[in-house]
C-alpha cells in the first residue's frame, strides 16, 4: 500500500533539492494540480523540482523505500488527465521542467540530445540553428516537453511522414522505479542487445519510470516545402487523392489533414482573422503539405502539378496551392484552430480514436449517422490525420440543449457507442492522447484480456510497489 | 526446473499436431539441430510444426504446465545460434515454417499480413504483385522467415532509409508463454494503449513467446532506382560523401555499404565471375543505391550528377554508376558476397557492432591498428551498413598459422578487445544479429546492471517458468 511521505522525507527532499527544487506552497503548486482540458484537480504533498538525473534518483529511492507516490510532469499538456494527481494529496508532484536544455545536437549523427524538461519548440530552434530538422510537432509545442513527448509517445501533424514519437527516439535516459539509472542515451542506430527497454519507457506515461533525457532523431532540413488546401466530395475521396499524391511524389507528402465542411464553418465563424481557402464551398476539405530536397524540383512546383492532375481526374473538386509562407501559415491556422473553435462553442465528447487507414472514411460516415441517430440533435465534428487513420471525433450537444446537463446524462453512452464501433474496425479507443485517467474505464472495458494481464505483469515487475504514477494507464484490478 | 518431455505428453502433441506436424525421427530432425554457421548442434525430444496459431497455442500451454522447454525457429539462419536447442535433449523443436501463407497484401493501406514461417523472398514477390514493396531484404532472403526477421529484429540493407524490422512490424500475432494469444494484428498507424507490447516481442529471440503472424508496413515502388559503386581514401570521407548525397537527394538514398580495399580484393580472388568495379585501386570503396519516385527525375541522373558534384569537390577518387540492372546486381553482388568469399579463406572471428555514426570511421581505422598490433600476423576485415553505423569486423588468422588452433587460443582475446573498444565508443556488441547463445558470455560481461536487472525482471514476469528459449539472450544469473 502506498503511504502518504512522513515529515522526516519531506525534510530530507527539502534539504537534497534546496529552496528552488522543494516547494510545499500552494500558490507555487496550484498551476500543475489541474489538467489542460480543466476535467481534473488534485493535490500534492509537495512539488519537487529536480535539476539533474542524481537528484531524481535520490527521489526515486527514498520514495521507493517509503511507498510513496509520484506523478512526474512535463509541460502540463496531458489531454487524458495523465500528469494530474490524484485527490488524497499523498503524492509527490516530480516536475521535470528545470531540466531543460538541450545538450547537444550534431548534423553529423542526425541526433540531439535534450533533457525531459526541454521545450519541444526550443528543440525545433536548436534542431534549425544546425540545419537540421526535429520533425514532429503539435499544437502544444510551446510547452509540451520532451519527457512528456516521449512519456506519451506524442503524435502531431507529421506522423505520416515520420512516424509518432517512437520512431524519433534514438536514446533515453531514465531512472527506473528503485531508483537505479538506465543509461540508454548513446544514438545507435541499430543495437540487438535483448529486449529494448527505451521501448517500454515511450508512452508508458511515467508509470514505468522517469525519463530524464532523450537522444532524439533528426533529418534534413527540407529544400522547398509547400502548403494546399483541397476541397473534395468525401472522405474516400480524400484516402484517394493521398495515394495517388504519394504516389506521384513519393515519401514527400508530410501532412494530410481531414477537415470537415462544418469543422471549417466553425473555425471561419470562430477565429478572428480567419478566410474561406476556397471560392466555393466543399462536404470536405484536405491540407496537404509535402516538401522536397534541396536538388529536387521545388516543392511548391511539384505538389501544383500532382494536384493539377488529380483535379483533372476528379479526384478533388478544387485546390489552392499557398504562394507565400504568410499564406501557408494561414492554412495551416485554419486546421489549427479547430480545437479553439469546438472550444468557443462549449464543451464536446471528445475522442481520439484511429482505424486501419483504409476503414477510416467509411468509419467517419459510419460512425458520424450512428451517433447522430441515436443521440438526437448531438453534433458530430470529426477530423484529423488521415493518412494516420486517426480521427478527433467530437460530440456536441444539442444547439438547444444545456451542454452541462447533456453531458452529464450522455457522455458516457456517446462514448461506449463510438468506441464499440472502433473496435469492430479493429481500431484503438486511443490513438495519440494516451490512456490517463480519463480513459481508464473504456481501456477496462474494451481491452483485450491477455494484453492487459501482460501489461499489469510488466507493471509489477518493475515497479512492484506501484509508486510510479499511479491510477494512471493501467485500470485496477 | 525444466524438465524433459513425459511419454503422455508427447503423444498428446502426436495426436494434437498429426503426423505432418509431429516428428521423433532423427533424419527429419536432424537439419534443424545445428546452426547456419555451424558452431552449435543440439538436441530435441521431438520436431513440432503446428500449422495454426491455435496449434501453437496448444502446444505452449500444455508445455509450460508441464514445465518443458520450447525452442522456436523460422528459416534457422541465425549467426548466434538463437535457434539451436541445447544438447540435453529434453527441448521441443518449435519449427513455423508450415505456417507460410502470406494471409493478404492491401495496396490501400501498405499492409501485408503474414505468418510466421512466410520466407522473406516470397513476402517480396507478393509486395511486388500488388505494387508495393516489403523495404527490407538480407542474404539470407530465401529461407529468412518473417517470424525469425521480427524476433531478432533483423537488419539488412536499407535500414538507411525504413530502419530495421521493428520500424516496419504495424502488429503482431503471438502466443504468450502461458499459451494464451496476443491478437495485436490490426495494423493501426497510431495506438497508444499503454505498454507497446509487440516493441517487448521484436528482438526477444522468442524468449517471451512464439510470434505467429505479423503485420508489415509496405512502402510504394519506386519509381527508379540507381546503384554506383565510388572509390575513396578513408571511411572518414565515405561519411562525407553520405552527408552530401543526403543534402542533394534527401531520403532517397536507401543503401550506403561500406567494402575495404583488402574484402574487395577477397571477393574478386574467391568468387567466380567478379570483376573490378573501377579501373584504379582505391583503400576504400562504397556502393551507393538510391531511389526516385514516379514523378521525380530519374534516379540514374540524379545520382550520376550529385556522385559527379562529389568528384568535383575531392570527396571521391572516382565513381560508376551502373547502366543496366544487370550491372547494378553485379555491383551488389561484390557487395554481398563479402560473407562467402571470407569462408573461402577459413573461420574467422566475427563481431557484428555498432558505434555511433559520426565515430564508425575512427573506431574502424583505430579498431582495425589494435587489433594489428596485438595479435601479430592478424588481418581485420572490416565492411558493413557506414549509413547505420553498422560494421562486420572481422579477423583472420595470421597467414601461417594453423587456423583452428589460433582461434582456439586468442578467438576469446580478440573479442574481448574488440567489444571493450566498443564499449568506449559508446556502441553495441550485437548491432542486428541479436544475442542468442554466442554472445551471452559478452553480454554478461559488458551489460550495464542496470538494464539487465530490468530484463530479467520482464523475462520471469513473462515467463516465470522459463520455458521459452531458455539459454539465449540473457545470461543466466
Known amino acids: 500500500?502506498?503511504?502518504?511521505?512522513?515529515?522526516?522525507?519531506?525534510?530530507?527532499?527539502?534539504?537534497?533539492?534546496?529552496?528552488?527544487?522543494?516547494?510545499?506552497?500552494?500558490?507555487?503548486?496550484?498551476?500543475?494540480?489541474?489538467?489542460?482540458?480543466?476535467?481534473?484537480r488534485g493535490r500534492a504533498a509537495a512539488l519537487l523540482s529536480p535539476a539533474t538525473a542524481a537528484e531524481v534518483q535520490a527521489i526515486v529511492g527514498r520514495c521507493a523505500e517509503a511507498m510513496v507516490a509520484l506523478v512526474p510532469q512535463g509541460g502540463n499538456t496531458s489531454m487524458v488527465g495523465g500528469a494530474t494527481p490524484d485527490v488524497e494529496g499523498g503524492a509527490l508532484l516530480v516536475s521535470l521542467r528545470r531540466m531543460n536544455s538541450v545538450r547537444s545536437v550534431s548534423a553529423e549523427d542526425n541526433v540531439a540530445v535534450a533533457e525531459a524538461g526541454a521545450i519541444l519548440s526550443d528543440l525545433h530552434e536548436a534542431?534549425?540553428?544546425a540545419g537540421r530538422r526535429f520533425p514532429l510537432s503539435l499544437g502544444a509545442k510551446g510547452s509540451a516537453t520532451v519527457g512528456g513527448l516521449v512519456s506519451t509517445n506524442a503524435g502531431g501533424t507529421q506522423v505520416l511522414r515520420f512516424g509518432p514519437m517512437r520512431s524519433l527516439v534514438l536514446g533515453l535516459e531514465a531512472v527506473l522505479p528503485d531508483g537505479s539509472l538506465f543509461e540508454g542515451l548513446s544514438a545507435l542506430r541499430k543495437d540487438n542487445r535483448g529486449y529494448d527497454l527505451k521501448q517500454l519507457l515511450i508512452g508508458a506515461e511515467g508509470t514505468l519510470g522517469i525519463v530524464t533525457a532523450a537522444s532524439l532523431k533528426l533529418v534534413a532540413a527540407p529544400g522547398s516545402h509547400s502548403v494546399a488546401w483541397v476541397g473534395l466530395g468525401s472522405p474516400a475521396a480524400a484516402l484517394a487523392l493521398l495515394r495517388r499524391l504519394e504516389a506521384r511524389l513519393g515519401e514527400a507528402v508530410e501532412s494530410f489533414e481531414l477537415v470537415p465542411e462544418d469543422a471549417l464553418a466553425l473555425v471561419l465563424a470562430g477565429i478572428p482573422g480567419t478566410r474561406p481557402p476556397l471560392a466555393a464551398s466543399h462536404r470536405w476539405h484536405v491540407?496537404?503539405?509535402?516538401?522536397?530536397?534541396?536538388?529536387?524540383?521545388?516543392?511548391?512546383?511539384?505538389?501544383?502539378?500532382?494536384?493539377?492532375?488529380?483535379?483533372?481526374?476528379?479526384?478533388?473538386?478544387?485546390?489552392?496551392?499557398?504562394?507565400?509562407?504568410?499564406?501557408?501559415?494561414?492554412l495551416w491556422r485554419l486546421r489549427e484552430s479547430i480545437a479553439?473553435?469546438?472550444?468557443?462553442?462549449?464543451?464536446?465528447?471528445?475522442?481520439?480514436?484511429?482505424?486501419?487507414?483504409?476503414?477510416?472514411p467509411a468509419f467517419i460516415e459510419?460512425?458520424?449517422?450512428?451517433?447522430?441517430?441515436?443521440?438526437?440533435?448531438?453534433?458530430?465534428?470529426?477530423?484529423?490525420?488521415?493518412?494516420?487513420?486517426?480521427?478527433?471525433?467530437?460530440?456536441?450537444p444539442p444547439a438547444g440543449a444545456t451542454a452541462e446537463a447533456w453531458l452529464a446524462e450522455q457522455a458516457?453512452?456517446?462514448?461506449?457507442?463510438?468506441?464499440d464501433l472502433v473496435g469492430e474496425?479493429?481500431?484503438s479507443i486511443s490513438a495519440e492522447h494516451g490512456i490517463g485517467q480519463s480513459k481508464l474505464a473504456e481501456l477496462a472495458r474494451t481491452a483485450d484480456p491477455t494484453r492487459l494481464a501482460a501489461l499489469r505483469a510488466i507493471k509489477s515487475a518493475l515497479d512492484p510497489a506501484g509508486i510510479m504514477n499511479p491510477g494512471k494507464l493501467l485500470p485496477s484490478v
Open 412 to 419: 458516457g453512452a456517446v462514448t461506449r457507442l463510438v468506441h
Open 366 to 396: 459510419q460512425a458520424r449517422a450512428a451517433v447522430e441517430t441515436r443521440f438526437d440533435g448531438a453534433r458530430v465534428v470529426a477530423f484529423g490525420h488521415l493518412g494516420d487513420g486517426n480521427v478527433h471525433f467530437n460530440v456536441q
Open 1 to 40: 500500500m502506498l503511504r502518504p511521505p512522513s515529515p522526516a522525507l519531506l525534510d530530507s527532499l527539502a534539504s537534497l533539492l534546496g529552496p528552488r527544487g522543494f516547494s510545499r506552497e500552494a500558490e507555487a503548486m496550484e498551476p500543475w494540480l489541474g489538467d489542460w482540458r480543466g476535467r481534473y
Open 340 to 360: 479553439e473553435a469546438e472550444r468557443v462553442q462549449g464543451p464536446s465528447v471528445k475522442h481520439d480514436v484511429s482505424v486501419p487507414v483504409s476503414a477510416m
Open 425 to 427: 474496425a479493429g481500431g
Open 287 to 330: 491540407l496537404v503539405e509535402s516538401v522536397a530536397p534541396e536538388s529536387g524540383r521545388d516543392a511548391v512546383d511539384a505538389l501544383q502539378e500532382a494536384l493539377a492532375e488529380a483535379l483533372g481526374e476528379g479526384l478533388a473538386q478544387d485546390a489552392v496551392v499557398a504562394a507565400s509562407e504568410a499564406q501557408a501559415a494561414a
Open 127 to 129: 534542431a534549425a540553428a
